[in-house]
């Protein structure tokens, strides 16, 4: 890797992510969501968890609390069993039963940001993967940790802030590669991990670490 400390060069974010965004435009999200109802419990509880302990929990938690409706007829106590290995635990019991009192059943989730946001334990990162998740309108970029190193190496983002990476990479995106963020999460986990493995990364052409740019902060 040549580090020459030059200025990054102006790119053209909306087509330089077209090859991430068909890489990975079939991926499903890593939490292994049969349905809808599940991928919405699954977010509340992934927070600060991984989604492989998520996952592993979900069989059973969905075999005794199968629908919504099922779930808005238990008590936090009756949940602990299931999520006892799940950070913050208690919290989110509550959430779900308080959010479940709330929605009464499964078709009746909302699928638009304002409504999701108003649920605890889901801000806009997780509103965005249900939203992807159901197919629903595109109202922002999802931002996860992944998506946090990837997007600031690529140079697209300068911030540590989620909220503002999103809003950085929706001021440089049209929406129809608002995707580009979930895409970015999948290749944090496979390619651009905390040690990169820059060598197999498509991204290379277009990456401010890669290619040793300074990047000038961005609003």
């Known amino acids: 890797m040549d580090r020459k400390d030059k200025k990054q060069p102006p790119i053209n974010w909306p087509e330089a992510v077209k090859p991430l965004i068909k890489k990975y435009a079939k991926s499903k ?118 998506t946090v190193r990837v997007a600031n190496r690529l140079g697209i983002a300068t911030s540590d802030d989620p909220k503002k990476i999103e809003k950085q990479m929706m001021d440089q995106l049209p929406k129809k590669e608002w995707d580009a963020g979930m895409s970015m999460s999948f290749l944090g986990r496979e390619i651009c991990r905390p040690k990169p493995l820059c060598p197999v990364c498509l991204m290379r052409p277009v990456c401010a670490y890669y290619n040793g740019w300074m990047v000038e902060p961005k609003e």
């Open 29 to 146: 999200h890593p939490l292994e969501a049969k349905n809808l109802y599940e991928m919405f419990v699954m977010v509340i509880l992934s927070a600060q968890t991984t989604d492989n302990l998520i996952n592993k929990v979900a069989p059973e938690f969905f075999k005794a609390f199968p629908t919504m409706a099922s779930l808005a007829k238990a008590t936090p106590e009756k949940l602990y069993p299931y999520i006892t290995n799940v950070r913050n635990n208690k919290h989110k019991a509550e959430w779900l039963i308080k959010t479940a009192t709330e929605i009464k059943k499964d078709s009746a989730i909302p699928l638009t940001m304002k409504e999701l946001v108003e649920f605890p334990g889901i801000g806009r990162k997780s509103a965005n993967v249900i939203k992807r998740f159901a197919g629903a309108e595109i109202e922002g970029i999802m931002v996860d940790l992944h």
